[in-house]
């Protein structure tokens, strides 16, 4: 694994965007896995490591995430510069084409990019989210993430990750352990706190009132292929919308991974063998 930053321009300046390298860094086949809302990068270490025989992965922390800088303007923090920014990315990569996969707010930027004219992402994991959103989800996940607490230590902070990730599918201590390590970074004046910056939140759930989100004409420009996972108990990704997914715009292949909802963690080596198995032969 390396360590690598980038500087990308948002519309009040220049910010540091943070990213994980794992694989061959002359290997053409690029694969770019980027998390969800208020998670960062080091979410896929298990699967680059799996996968970094065949594949150069790269996973960055989206701005105010993990590594990355955090915004001052805070209405920043939106899909538009989450575009720009990739878009850096993938031209710092010095490749023509990339494979995705994102995690519910990393699938919709993928969704976004891989619709847009002349598009670098040639295949596409898209992992429990899709082209309507109920509000329902929206409202479950803006009461949990609406807080910046702070842990007097690591086992404070397991106890607080585990109830805040409970939908995730994650069964081994071993997994768990690591995804609370990743997931907080020492407070000022001592303890513990989040990995990010509790202000993504502003522009993420704008306005007064959390509704549907249905942007499926974006979803019917994609024309590479695209594999969508579901967690079988996710309130993000409706059954009926996942299975309306492989009837339109891409026509997406679909698995359903039991043991979660929304969203599952990838951890398990089944689900990253089916990524894995898709990758290669699409």
Same mark, same amino acid.
């Given at each position: 694994?390396?360590?690598?930053?980038?500087?990308?321009?948002?519309? $009040?300046?220049?910010?540091?965007?943070?990213?994980?390298?794992?694989?061959?860094?002359?290997?053409?086949?690029? !694969?770019?896995?980027?998390?969800?809302?208020?998670?960062?990068?080091?979410?896929?270490?298990?699967?680059?490591?799996?996968?970094?025989? =065949? /594949?150069?992965?790269?996973?960055?922390?989206?701005?105010?995430?993990?590594?990355?800088?955090?915004? $001052?303007?805070? $209405?920043?923090?939106?899909?538009?510069?989450?575009?720009?920014?990739?878009?850096?990315?993938?031209?710092?990569?010095?490749?023509?084409?990339?494979?995705?996969?994102?995690?519910?707010?990393?699938?919709?930027?993928? @969704?976004? &990019?891989?619709?847009?004219?002349?598009?670098?992402?040639?295949?596409?994991?898209?992992?429990?989210?899709?082209?309507?959103?109920?509000?329902?989800?929206?409202?479950? @996940?803006? &009461?949990?993430?609406?807080?910046?607490?702070?842990?007097?230590?690591?086992? =404070?902070?397991?106890?607080?990750?585990?109830?805040?990730?409970?939908?995730?599918?994650?069964?081994? $201590? =071993?997994?768990?352990?690591?995804?609370?390590?990743?997931?907080?970074?020492?407070?000022?004046?001592?303890? !513990?706190?989040?990995?990010?910056?509790?202000?993504?939140?502003?522009?993420?759930?704008?306005?007064?009132?959390?509704?549907?989100?249905?942007? /499926?004409?974006?979803?019917?420009?994609?024309?590479?292929?695209?594999?969508?996972?579901?967690?079988?108990?996710?309130? @993000?990704?409706?059954?009926?919308?996942?299975? =309306?997914?492989?009837?339109?715009?891409?026509?997406?292949?679909?698995?359903?991974?039991?043991?979660?909802?929304?969203?599952?963690?990838?951890?398990?080596?089944?689900?990253?063998?089916?990524?894995?198995?898709? !990758?290669?032969?699409?």
């Amino acid at each position: 694994m390396r360590q690598k930053f980038l500087k990308a321009l948002g519309p $009040t300046g220049f910010h540091r965007l943070a990213y994980t390298e794992w694989g061959a860094a002359d290997n053409p086949r690029v !694969l770019v896995c980027v998390h969800g809302l208020s998670r960062n990068g080091r979410d896929f270490d298990k699967l680059a490591g799996t996968l970094a025989k =065949e /594949w150069r992965i790269v996973c960055p922390d989206m701005p105010g995430r993990g590594e990355s800088d955090w915004l $001052t303007d805070r $209405t920043a923090y939106g899909i538009p510069t989450y575009l720009a920014d990739c878009a850096a990315l993938i031209a710092r990569l010095d490749v023509d084409e990339v494979a995705w996969l994102g995690t519910s707010m990393g699938g919709i930027i993928g @969704i976004y &990019l891989a619709s847009l004219p002349g598009s670098p992402i040639r295949k596409m994991v898209v992992n429990d989210v899709g082209p309507f959103i109920p509000a329902i989800g929206l409202q479950r @996940i803006a &009461l949990s993430l609406g807080k910046d607490p702070r842990f007097a230590d690591i086992t =404070e902070a397991d106890a607080y990750i585990r109830k805040a990730m409970s939908t995730f599918g994650i069964v081994r $201590t =071993e997994d768990w352990r690591h995804v609370t390590e990743i997931s907080v970074r020492p407070a000022a004046g001592g303890g !513990l706190r989040l990995h990010y910056d509790p202000g993504i939140l502003d522009a993420f759930f704008a306005g007064d009132m959390i509704s549907d989100i249905n942007f /499926w004409p974006v979803w019917q420009a994609i024309t590479c292929p695209v594999l969508v996972l579901r967690g079988e108990q996710s309130d @993000i990704l409706p059954g009926e919308v996942a299975r =309306e997914m492989t009837l339109r715009g891409p026509c997406a292949d679909l698995v359903e991974l039991s043991g979660c909802g929304h969203a599952p963690a990838l951890l398990d080596p089944d689900q990253i063998a089916v990524i894995g198995r898709w !990758l290669t032969t699409k």
